[in-house]
Each structure stands twice: as C-alpha cells, then as structure tokens.
C-alpha cells in the first residue's frame, strides 16, 4: 500500500563533490520541489563541491543523521553519487534512499566492469579496448578503423570523451580522457540513431531518440538549449520497439540496477540496439530524458519523483502507487 506523504521525511541529496555538481543541482532542486507538491515534507541538502570524497561522505552522513531522514532522495550525478559512496553511507546508516544499491552503482559507474556484464548477458557493445590512462602503446590499432571514440572509464554527461578521426589526434584524445579517471575506454564509432531507455520499476519506459546538431550527444549537446532535438516517443515499427525496450531492460538488469536507470544505446544500420552505457542516476529535471519517456505513459514529473521515495521507502522495485 501507499505510504501517505506527509508521514515521512526525505531529504534531497544534491551537489557534492563531482565534475557534475551544477547539473545534480538542477535534478535536486527540481526534485525537491515536485516532491514538496506531493505533500512531502521535504529537506534539501546540497553537498559542498570543494570537500574530498572522504570529507563529503562524512559531510553528507551527519546532515542525514541530523535530519532524521525517513528516505534520501539521491539527485547526486557523478563520482560521488553514482559510484557506490553515498549508497554505501545509507546503507550504514540503515535509511531508506532511492536508485540503485552500492554495488549496481560501483558496476553501473564503471564502463569496463559493465561493458563486460552485458557481453555476458548477450547483448550488443561496440568493439572496444581497456588502457591505463596515460598509456601510448597503440601497436593494437593496426587492424582497427577511424572514426574512434576515446572516453574516460568512470564519467558521466559526456565528460572527457572524444570523436577521432584519425591517428594523430588519438594521443590529444587520450591525455583528455585520462584527465578524468585512472583508465580510459576506447570504442569503435558505432554509426546509427541514438535512443535511449528508461526503466522504471521492472518496466521499459517509451523510447527517446536523441537528434543532436554535434557529432555525438556530447556536453554541450546535452545541456545547452536548441543543440538537440528529442523524439518522444521514438518513432519505430512496433516488433523494433519491442526489442530496443528488451536490450534497455536486460542491461537495466544485467548491471543489478533497481528503481529506475536510462540506457544509451545506438541503433546501428543494421537496426542492432549497441549497449552504449547505463545511468543509474540520470538526470532527473522536469525537461530530462527519463522524466519526458514516463510522461508518455501518463506519470508526471511530480508522481515520478514520488513513484522512486514510495519504491524505496518499501524496499521494493515495483511501482506503488498509480501514475497521476
């Protein structure tokens, strides 16, 4: 059954310690708002960009014990927030927080970790290559073709990845995404449509296809007004649809992911669904991707934000109270 709202106490996680502190602003404050609509009684708490991930984590788990948080609403994007640390603080503390636990975080965050998880669960990834990052050995290129994408192993929105067309940018590339973690991922160029799944509870959400006006669905392409173009829902024959949905819920799951998560993919030109990466905390404005696939199906963005408390607050992964 429902909990009512105005019995229990969330406190919304925001900021922190990540190279995507301003856009988990954003999920947070949007977040709280729409859960204060609810009848929620509502906390925000934004987490100070400037402290070590050590200093946060001990930061964060004195302003929930002081807030006497009943759920933690995680709104947090980046190290920090999606790779397992706040998860694991909640988990100490035994409170109640949504999105997926520490460990599906760790995998989620982790390209390498996860690319090899959904090889096991059979579905599709770009052909790709782990290196150390400030590594130079490239003797492996030889029977591999431009254009490549070089990213870092443990980022999200895009941060640090590259299009490269040729040999000679690849060394700029590599310095750019070894900037941003300790190992970098290299993949072939898949070309096609870019889509994207949500999935809420144990359920595929309608499918976004993301038009961007740059070569990828980059920083800017993400966050900057007019610089992309959404199709929502996505439109596909309806056995397509079927299966772009099934490859987002079985990576949804391959990764232990629960709640919610967005996966990326590219439909190639074979109309193959290539496993791009999934988010275990995407962005979650009203003007989101996740937000704009469960409006399709009737929930807005105020009955989604709730929809995860009332998930995490039963412990549970199926949808508790009915879209509105």
């Known amino acids: 059954m429902p909990i009512v709202p105005s019995l229990l106490k969330v406190v919304v996680l925001m900021g922190g310690p990540s190279e995507e502190h301003d856009i988990s602003l954003k999920s947070g404050h949007g977040a709280a708002h729409a859960l204060q609509q609810r009848g929620f009684y509502v906390e925000s708490v934004a987490i ?37 640390t706040i ?21 989620g965050m982790d390209k390498i970790a996860s690319r090899q998880r959904f090889i096991q669960a059979g579905l599709d990834v770009p052909r790709w290559r782990a290196l150390p990052s400030g ?3 490239l003797d492996w290129l030889d029977d591999w073709r431009f254009p ?39 993949e072939a160029f898949v070309k096609g449509r870019e889509l994207t799944v949500g999935v809420l509870g144990e359920h595929a959400l309608p499918i976004v296809e993301v038009i961007p006006k740059t070569t990828f669905f980059d920083f800017s392409a ?3 007004a007019g ?48 496993i791009l990466e999934v988010n275990t905390i995407p962005g979650l404005t009203p003007t989101s991707l996740l937000p704009k696939a469960a409006s399709c199906i009737g929930l807005s963005y105020e009955a989604l934000c709730e929809q995860l408390v009332q998930m995490a607050w039963h412990g549970s992964s199926h949808l508790v109270r009915a879209a509105s």
Request: glycine share 8%; net charge negative; aromatic share 6%.
């Open 48 to 84: 100070p960009r400037h402290l070590s991930v050590e200093d946060a984590a001990s930061w964060t788990r004195a302003a929930i014990q002081r807030a006497g948080a009943d759920v933690v609403f995680i709104a947090l994007h980046g190290a920090f927030g999606e790779d397992g």
């Open 87 to 107: 998860q694991q603080v909640c988990e100490e503390l035994h409170v109640a927080y949504t999105g997926s636990d520490a460990e599906a975080s760790r995998l």
């Open 222 to 224: 993400k966050y900057t």
């Open 135 to 137: 590594s130079r050995e």
């Open 227 to 274: 610089m992309t173009e959404y199709h929502v829902p996505a439109v596909l024959d309806e056995p397509l649809v079927r299966r772009v949905q099934d490859a987002g819920l079985r990576a949804h799951q391959a990764a232990g992911c629960r709640h919610f998560s967005r996966t990326d993919l590219i439909l190639d030109a074979s109309e193959r669904p290539v």
């Open 148 to 186: 490549l994408v070089v990213k870092p192993s443990a980022q999200g929105s895009s941060i640090g990845v590259s299009v490269v067309y040729d040999r000679d940018a690849l060394p700029a590339a590599l310095e750019e995404a070894g900037r941003h973690g300790t190992m970098v991922l290299i």
